[in-house]
């Protein structure tokens, strides 16, 4: 679902709409089940990969902010580490493979690897690297780690920066999800249609 096209416009008003209808306890949920719709949209098999990164990360950081020292490092690297091979995995492992295929062949060999086709995940890039700079943050003391799931969860999976970006900083995006909106005014909506614009 692009930008630019005519069923993100309609999702978006939907959610839109239902965003400033729901009570103001259950907003937070729902721009979070919006995002994972919008990422289920694309292919619902890559739904569990995003949780799976959101729910480690989001408890390594927590622990990693609770230790000090050499084993707050390790976790830091062990954090990166996961990011990257999860990154990598998806985005480069065709690569390798074709690339090692080539250079046996080129020696004369003739290697029997079953073809890999993995698809790529949308946004994958962008919340992989969104993880890093949170860890990275949490571990620089310049962030607390939140204590909510869903809020972490919506600074990774927040659906209108997943193709696109940019890759926004936790620091300036944990505390706007905490700002209870209650109504519309009309100095909001010229500054949404502007950034829209």
């Known amino acids: 679902m692009l930008f630019n096209t005519f069923a993100f416009l309609l999702f978006f008003a939907v959610v839109l709409l239902l965003y400033w209808l729901m009570p103001v306890r259950m907003r937070t949920p729902g721009i979070l089940i919006a995002s994972y719709v919008f990422y289920a949209y694309w292919d619902w098999r890559f739904l569990g990969l995003i949780i799976f990164v959101t729910f480690v990360n989001f408890h390594l950081t927590r622990l990693m902010g ?6 707050r490092k390790q976790i830091l690297i062990a954090v990166v580490s996961l990011n990257l091979v999860v990154l990598g995995t998806f985005k480069y492992l065709n ?6 295929d080539s250079l046996l062949r080129t020696f004369g060999f003739t290697p029997s690897f079953t073809t890999i086709h993995i698809i790529l995940p949308l946004g994958i890039s962008f919340f992989t690297f969104k993880a890093i700079s949170y860890a990275v943050d949490v571990y620089r003391r310049e962030l607390e780690p939140t204590t909510s799931l869903i809020e972490f969860g919506i600074f990774l999976s927040y659906f209108p920066y997943m193709i696109a970006g940019p890759i926004m900083s936790a620091k300036v995006m944990l505390p706007q999800l905490r700002v209870r909106a209650t109504r519309l005014t009309s100095s909001t909506i010229n500054s949404a249609l502007l950034l829209i614009a």
């Open 66 to 71: 609770e230790e000090s020292g050499r084993r």
């Open 95 to 100: 690569f390798f493979v074709n690339s090692f």
